[in-house]
């Protein structure tokens, strides 16, 4: 964990720019008819609706987006009551984890007063203005009583996070770490230390469960809370316990089966563990520094099941797991409260989510690509982009079910999909691909079956039903690493091509080849030799039939896969050439940007073929064409090198395609500015049009212009690289690809496979007709 100094964080939140949050406009403000618009005249006829009917301001505003995150500064983090104003820059990080996490709107709100009538008049007064408020840092007993007012005066979610937040997350973690510990959670004997506002709503949370009153033993800063203590108040004295031969932590942790630790740092020792059930369960939640180091715990009871607070060690409780997707869920069906029932959804689809294949994108940032339930892993990671959906799904289903919902969700299935495109993990061009796929699944070859990436992405294809995977390994390597993955391998055929009932269709395989290269030199032992490698065997078996489509590209270079498809599969007729397409899904829509990764330093008979695959793809993927060549000059400002070359095939495209819309040789910002390349160059056959697909000059700047808007663009998805012009479905990945990536082109690839079987069937059928 990178250690965090004073200088460092003083410096970040001052910056260039103080603060962490800010405040941007959602609608065009450019023109004075935008300014008309957003303020006056124009903003009086929203007012006059929401007049007539208050709930439209949920239409017209942003208020079911807007929480505001309230504190008097009274219990921040582990500072104490440093005030309100003191407080602002945690209020201004709850924002920014709102925001990123659940897209949603924060205004943080510091009010200098303690008195809890005054603080929850004040909150009455503002609340008109959010959707949802976030108690945030306020002390106990207070707490209590601020929330259970404003609940009941307030008709939006109020939540006060350090007690449910808390609560809701541990509670996942409870009941999958008791499920991991084969313990009954009706009898599990449970010892919380710590009384404060989230121990006391954790608890409740506990025995919602399930676990029994009688089982529990609370302790604050004074030993055990029990029945002939006379200083408790109203929520320590609905915990305290009969058991009054007990006073202090060490006498009441004999025999326990789980220890939640609300408290402070270093109060659990390794005694005091080793005096535990078997399999204890120890979460040791306090902030920075826990009851007791995981280290200790380990090394104590190495049987003993861990949880802390803190990201560098496994099984996180972090707040941020919850309180972003439960307001997301509340305010997408403009709920009136944040309920008990809503709670308990929250905490079964956390809980469900741990039990659920990992991501790939929590695997690379927590560098660990073998995570699976289990003791080092029963709570999701904060990063999972999962949860916005799980749990605010969830908690959404709840508060219609529960009658707390102003809006009900119609169609859930839709709203699923709007939380993935909230947050940019997933678009309409990648939905309508993975569904097109789904609609004609086809059998996908997948080259490097023994690599955990490459196996992820076959079995989430798998799972999708986009495809029916074709592993090609050793059983024995494949079946391990699927056991380690935790990937149920049913429905998945693996073939290995080494072995010795491999050897006819090895020999197939080299005897076609051979055949068809035998003016180059091949033999049929050398060809049978090239069987024993995956490009070879995978593309072979897609030449026969005996698959649809081939993924390939993990381990292997691209000069070689290259080589190896050109032998085995060839060239679609009519071309002399294939290549490379990478599909970005922008904000401002769909680029087509090839070639990207096969012609080096392609001449104009290149260019013209590689134009005609690029147009050819583009209408494969349900769009028109509009092209530009690019270049660093414009229209024959340069004739010499490569400018020449890109102008040469413009012309001949013009003039064998005079529908095709292509223009070039341009510079890419007139190819991206419709205005200013219809100005500057009227008589382009481009004029009035935006272009969507790119053909650049070579595959430096292809690739480069591609991986350059990656990197500075997250919000830009790349679907790629998409192979044209082989007469198969053969597609590539590269070594950088994800899970995601993966499963994106083996859709492309099935899709590709389904269309092939398509066009042959209308030959075949033409042929048949042709001969009768």
């Given at each position: 964990?990178?250690?965090?100094?004073?200088?460092?964080?003083?410096?970040?939140?001052?910056?260039?720019?103080?603060?962490?949050?800010?405040?941007?406009?959602?609608?065009?403000?450019?023109?004075?008819?935008?300014?008309?618009?957003?303020?006056?005249?124009?903003?009086?006829?929203?007012?006059?609706?929401?007049?007539?009917?208050?709930?439209?301001?949920?239409?017209?505003?942003?208020?079911?987006?807007?929480?505001?995150?309230?504190?008097?500064?009274?219990?921040?983090?582990?500072?104490?009551?440093?005030?309100?104003?003191?407080?602002?820059?945690?209020?201004?990080?709850?924002?920014?984890?709102?925001?990123?996490?659940?897209?949603?709107?924060?205004?943080?709100?510091?009010?200098?007063?303690?008195?809890?009538?005054?603080?929850?008049?004040?909150?009455?007064?503002?609340?008109?203005?959010?959707?949802?408020?976030?108690?945030?840092?306020?002390?106990?007993?207070?707490?209590?009583?601020?929330?259970q007012r404003l609940k009941k005066t307030l008709d939006i979610p109020v939540m006060h996070d350090d007690q449910h937040g808390t609560a809701i997350i541990s509670a996942a973690g409870l009941k999958n770490a008791l499920e991991v510990?084969?313990?009954?959670?009706?009898?599990?004997?449970?010892?919380?230390?710590?009384?404060?506002?989230?121990?006391?709503?954790?608890?409740?949370?506990?025995?919602?469960?399930?676990?029994?009153?009688?089982?529990?033993?609370?302790?604050?800063?004074?030993?055990?809370?029990?029945?002939?203590?006379?200083?408790?108040?109203?929520?320590?004295?609905?915990?305290?316990?009969?058991?009054?031969?007990?006073?202090?932590?060490?006498?009441?942790?004999?025999?326990?089966?789980?220890?939640?630790?609300?408290?402070?740092?270093?109060?659990?020792?390794?005694?005091?563990?080793?005096?535990?059930?078997?399999?204890?369960?120890?979460?040791?939640?306090?902030?920075?520094?826990?009851?007791?180091?995981?280290?200790?715990?380990?090394?104590?009871?190495?049987?003993?099941?861990?949880?802390?607070?803190?990201?560098?060690?496994?099984?996180?409780?972090?707040?941020?797991?919850?309180?972003?997707?439960?307001?997301?869920?509340?305010?997408?069906?403009?709920?009136?409260?944040?309920?008990?029932?809503?709670?308990?959804?929250?905490?079964?689809?956390?809980?469900?989510?741990?039990?659920?294949?990992?991501?790939?994108?929590?695997?690379?940032?927590?560098?660990?690509?073998?995570?699976?339930?289990?003791?080092?892993?029963?709570?999701?990671?904060?990063?999972?982009?999962?949860?916005?959906?799980?749990?605010?799904?969830?908690?959404?289903?709840?508060?219609?079910?529960?009658?707390?919902?102003?809006?009900?969700?119609?169609?859930?299935?839709?709203?699923?999909?709007?939380?993935?495109?909230?947050?940019?993990?997933?678009?309409?061009?990648?939905?309508?691909?993975?569904?097109?796929?789904?609609?004609?699944?086809?059998?996908?070859?997948?080259?490097?079956?023994?690599?955990?990436?490459?196996?992820?992405?076959?079995?989430?294809?798998?799972?999708?039903?986009?495809?029916?995977?074709?592993?090609?390994?050793?059983?024995?390597?494949?079946?391990?690493?699927?056991?380690?993955?935790?990937?149920?391998?049913?429905?998945?055929?693996?073939?290995?091509?080494?072995?010795?009932?491999?050897?006819?269709?090895?020999?197939?395989?080299?005897?076609?080849?051979?055949?068809?290269?035998?003016?180059?030199?091949?033999?049929?032992?050398?060809?049978?030799?090239?069987?024993?490698?995956?490009?070879?065997?995978?593309?072979?078996?897609?030449?026969?039939?005996?698959?649809?489509?081939?993924?390939?590209?993990?381990?292997?270079?691209?000069?070689?896969?290259?080589?190896?498809?050109?032998?085995?599969?060839?060239?679609?007729?009519?071309?002399?050439?294939?290549?490379?397409?990478?599909?970005?899904?922008?904000?401002?829509?769909?680029?087509?940007?090839?070639?990207?990764?096969?012609?080096?330093?392609?001449?104009?008979?290149?260019?013209?073929?590689?134009?005609?695959?690029?147009?050819?793809?583009?209408?494969?993927?349900?769009?028109?064409?509009?092209?530009?060549?690019?270049?660093?000059?414009?229209?024959?400002?340069?004739?010499?090198?490569?400018?020449?070359?890109?102008?040469?095939?413009?012309?001949?495209?013009?003039?064998?395609?005079?529908?095709?819309?292509?223009?070039?040789?341009?510079?890419?910002?007139?190819?991206?500015?419709?205005?200013?390349?219809?100005?500057?160059?009227?008589?382009?056959?481009?004029?009035?049009?935006?272009?969507?697909?790119?053909?650049?000059?070579?595959?430096?700047?292809?690739?480069?212009?591609?991986?350059?808007?990656?990197?500075?663009?997250?919000?830009?998805?790349?679907?790629?690289?998409?192979?044209?012009?082989?007469?198969?479905?053969?597609?590539?990945?590269?070594?950088?690809?994800?899970?995601?990536?993966?499963?994106?082109?083996?859709?492309?690839?099935?899709?590709?496979?389904?269309?092939?079987?398509?066009?042959?069937?209308?030959?075949?059928?033409?042929?048949?007709?042709?001969?009768?």
């Amino acid at each position: 964990m990178v250690k965090i100094t004073k200088e460092a964080a003083l410096a970040y939140h001052e910056g260039e720019r103080p603060g962490k949050i800010e405040v941007k406009p959602t609608k065009p403000y450019r023109t004075q008819t935008d300014l008309s618009l957003a303020y006056s005249p124009g903003v009086a006829y929203p007012c006059l609706e929401i007049q007539s009917n208050p709930n439209d301001a949920y239409r017209y505003t942003d208020k079911g987006n807007l929480v505001a995150v309230i504190s008097n500064g009274t219990a921040v983090l582990g500072l104490g009551d440093i005030g309100a104003i003191s407080g602002k820059p945690v209020m201004e990080g709850k924002g920014l984890l709102f925001k990123i996490y659940g897209g949603i709107d924060v205004f943080d709100i510091e009010l200098d007063e303690k008195d809890p009538e005054k603080f929850c008049e004040t909150v009455e007064r503002i609340a008109p203005t959010f959707g949802g408020i976030n108690l945030e840092d306020i002390k106990a007993p207070e707490c209590f009583y601020i929330e259970q007012r404003l609940k009941k005066t307030l008709d939006i979610p109020v939540m006060h996070d350090d007690q449910h937040g808390t609560a809701i997350i541990s509670a996942a973690g409870l009941k999958n770490a008791l499920e991991v510990a084969g313990k009954d959670v009706k009898t599990a004997k449970l010892v919380i230390n710590g009384a404060g506002a989230a121990a006391i709503s954790c608890t409740n949370l506990y025995m919602a469960l399930g676990i029994q009153k009688e089982n529990i033993v609370m302790l604050d800063s004074h030993g055990v809370i029990t029945v002939d203590r006379e200083d408790l108040n109203p929520q320590k004295a609905a915990f305290a316990t009969n058991r009054t031969d007990i006073h202090t932590l060490q006498e009441a942790i004999k025999g326990a089966d789980v220890f939640v630790g609300l408290s402070k740092g270093k109060v659990l020792t390794k005694d005091m563990i080793r005096s535990m059930a078997d399999r204890p369960i120890v979460f040791a939640l306090a902030n920075p520094i826990p009851e007791i180091s995981y280290e200790e715990a380990i090394e104590s009871r190495p049987d003993v099941i861990m949880s802390t607070g803190r990201s560098d060690y496994p099984n996180q409780i972090n707040n941020v797991i919850g309180f972003p997707y439960i307001f997301r869920g509340a305010l997408d069906v403009h709920a009136k409260a944040i309920n008990e029932e809503m709670k308990m959804a929250a905490v079964q689809a956390i809980a469900d989510l741990a039990k659920q294949p990992i991501p790939d994108v929590v695997n690379e940032v927590y560098h660990i690509n073998d995570l699976v339930f289990g003791p080092a892993y029963f709570i999701p990671k904060p990063i999972d982009p999962r949860l916005i959906t799980e749990v605010s799904v969830a908690v959404a289903k709840a508060a219609v079910k529960s009658g707390v919902a102003r809006t009900p969700i119609e169609d859930w299935g839709a709203y699923r999909e709007s939380l993935k495109q909230l947050l940019g993990q997933e678009s309409k061009f990648t939905r309508k691909l993975h569904a097109t796929a789904v609609r004609h699944p086809q059998r996908v070859v997948f080259a490097e079956g023994e690599h955990p990436t490459m196996m992820k992405a076959a079995f989430q294809a798998m799972q999708e039903g986009i495809c029916h995977p074709i592993l090609l390994g050793n059983p024995d390597r494949v079946s391990r690493l699927a056991n380690r993955l935790k990937i149920d391998l049913k429905g998945v055929e693996i073939v290995d091509m080494r072995a010795d009932q491999e050897q006819g269709r090895r020999a197939a395989f080299a005897k076609h080849l051979a055949e068809k290269c035998e003016r180059q030199g091949y033999t049929f032992d050398e060809a049978y030799d090239k069987m024993y490698e995956r490009n070879y065997f995978g593309m072979s078996m897609v030449e026969h039939g005996d698959a649809d489509a081939f993924i390939t590209g993990l381990y292997t270079k691209y000069s070689n896969t290259i080589k190896v498809a050109k032998e085995v599969i060839g060239i679609r007729p009519g071309y002399d050439t294939f290549g490379t397409m990478h599909i970005l899904d922008t904000q401002k829509g769909i680029f087509y940007i090839a070639d990207t990764l096969i012609n080096r330093h392609p001449n104009e008979k290149v260019l013209y073929d590689i134009a005609r695959l690029s147009a050819h793809s583009v209408k494969f993927f349900n769009d028109d064409p509009v092209m530009a060549m690019i270049s660093y000059s414009n229209f024959g400002s340069d004739t010499t090198g490569s400018p020449h070359e890109v102008h040469a095939a413009v012309q001949k495209l013009q003039a064998d395609y005079p529908d095709l819309v292509v223009d070039g040789e341009m510079q890419v910002n007139f190819a991206m500015n419709r205005k200013l390349r219809d100005d500057k160059f009227p008589f382009t056959r481009l004029k009035g049009k935006e272009v969507n697909t790119l053909v650049f000059p070579n595959i430096s700047s292809a690739n480069g212009s591609y991986k350059l808007l990656q990197a500075l663009d997250t919000d830009t998805e790349i679907i790629g690289p998409i192979q044209m012009g082989l007469k198969k479905p053969i597609h590539f990945t590269d070594f950088e690809c994800s899970v995601r990536d993966i499963v994106n082109i083996t859709a492309v690839a099935v899709i590709d496979a389904y269309v092939e079987k398509v066009k042959k069937g209308v030959e075949d059928s033409y042929q048949t007709m042709s001969k009768k």
